[in-house]
């Protein structure tokens, strides 16, 4: 493993995370997925460093918000120096063991060591915080490297712990306050729809530009919105299909149970007309078609 060392500053003893951020929000908080160490977390976030290293070629990533260190991991894996800090002690306790020591517990809000930084990533992390903390979150990061991963939510409101969502627009405001603008010639939907790079740049974008970027995302968001739902729908269509086949079956097996027992009713029958002598054999013939 590269030599790197911590980077950023520990968490002060008197400035303790929100309880919220523990076993049960990382369980039942995050989806229908538990957020652990399982191949659905563990992929997404692999892809995600593969792109960054392949598009990027950073040498020094910091992870601003990396809860169990899985980004800050690929990187490692992947052969570049990273760093990750999360205001959860919970969640920092449960980083991977060989890179526990470049995983630090500490908030967006204190100053990052270890500057600069070729890369910072901040995914799905600021909505998390209230404004203000955002804003200073935003600057340290801009005060730490020229080019930033950044995504956060535009709509979803109803996660109890999101208490900072905004539209794009406004996030890409706040970012042009410290002289940073959006790549618009890099498509970073490998993160999410509305995920973007943004770097520092001394001549903003014009405002036409910028609202042309907005619309290109939420674009990004309907499409996806759109796959969902027909990925859904196709679901939910062959589980129909198997059900009503399971049905069918079912309805052939009850049907040919009905039918054998009515033909050992009639056999039965047919057996004590057999005893008596009187019955002929055309009558007993009737009675096993009938």
Same mark, same amino acid.
């Given at each position: 493993?590269?030599?790197?060392?911590?980077?950023?500053?520990?968490?002060?003893?008197?400035?303790?995370?929100?309880?919220?951020?523990?076993?049960?929000?990382?369980?039942?908080? =995050?989806g229908?997925?538990?957020?652990?160490?399982?191949?659905?977390?563990?992929?997404?976030?692999?892809?995600?460093?593969? &792109?960054?290293?392949?598009?990027?070629?950073?040498?020094?990533?910091?992870?601003?918000?990396?809860a169990?260190?899985?980004?800050?991991?690929?990187?490692?894996?992947?052969?570049?120096? !990273? /760093?990750?800090?999360?205001?959860?002690?919970?969640?920092?306790?449960?980083?991977?063991?060989?890179?526990?020591?470049?995983? =630090?517990?500490?908030?967006?809000?204190?100053?990052? &060591?270890? !500057?600069p930084?070729?890369?910072?990533? /901040?995914?799905e992390?600021? &909505?998390?915080?209230?404004?203000?903390?955002?804003?200073?979150?935003?600057?340290?990061?801009?005060?730490?490297?020229? /080019?930033i991963?950044?995504?956060?939510?535009?709509?979803?409101?109803?996660?109890?712990?999101?208490?900072?969502?905004?539209? #794009?627009?406004?996030?890409?405001?706040?970012?042009?306050?410290?002289?940073?603008?959006?790549?618009?010639?890099?498509?970073?939907?490998f993160?999410?729809?509305?995920?973007?790079?943004l770097?520092?740049s001394?001549?903003?974008?014009?405002?036409?530009?910028?609202?042309?970027?907005?619309? #290109?995302?939420?674009?990004?968001?309907?499409? !996806?919105?759109?796959?969902?739902?027909?990925?859904?729908?196709?679901?939910?269509?062959? &589980?129909?299909l198997?059900?009503?086949?399971?049905?069918?079956?079912?309805?052939?097996?009850?049907?040919?149970?009905?039918?054998?027992r009515?033909?050992?009713?009639?056999?039965?029958?047919?057996?004590?007309? /057999? !005893?008596?002598?009187?019955?002929?054999?055309?009558?007993?013939?009737?009675?096993?078609?009938?």
């Amino acid at each position: 493993m590269p030599e790197m060392q911590s980077s950023v500053r520990q968490i002060e003893p008197d400035a303790q995370p929100p309880p919220v951020f523990g076993a049960d929000y990382y369980s039942k908080g =995050l989806g229908a997925v538990p957020y652990e160490r399982n191949p659905h977390w563990l992929n997404f976030f692999a892809l995600i460093a593969g &792109e960054l290293v392949r598009s990027l070629s950073p040498r020094k990533v910091l992870d601003a918000g990396c809860a169990w260190g899985f980004l800050v991991e690929a990187f490692w894996d992947r052969g570049v120096a !990273a /760093c990750g800090v999360d205001i959860s002690h919970y969640a920092i306790s449960k980083v991977r063991p060989d890179i526990a020591e470049y995983c =630090l517990q500490a908030s967006l809000t204190r100053p990052f &060591e270890g !500057a600069p930084y070729d890369l910072i990533t /901040c995914i799905e992390v600021l &909505e998390h915080m209230p404004a203000p903390e955002a804003r200073l979150a935003i600057e340290n990061m801009t005060r730490a490297a020229d /080019c930033i991963l950044f995504s956060s939510t535009p709509d979803d409101f109803e996660e109890a712990t999101h208490v900072n969502v905004r539209p #794009v627009y406004d996030w890409l405001r706040l970012f042009a306050e410290f002289q940073f603008s959006p790549d618009p010639g890099f498509d970073a939907s490998f993160v999410a729809p509305h995920a973007m790079l943004l770097r520092r740049s001394e001549i903003p974008l014009a405002e036409d530009v910028i609202r042309l970027f907005c619309e #290109v995302l939420r674009h990004r968001r309907d499409r !996806a919105a759109f796959l969902n739902r027909q990925t859904r729908l196709e679901t939910l269509e062959s &589980e129909n299909l198997s059900l009503q086949q399971r049905l069918r079956e079912t309805e052939g097996a009850s049907t040919g149970r009905r039918v054998w027992r009515l033909w050992k009713a009639k056999i039965f029958r047919c057996g004590k007309d /057999c !005893a008596r002598p009187k019955a002929p054999w055309s009558t007993i013939g009737r009675r096993l078609t009938n």
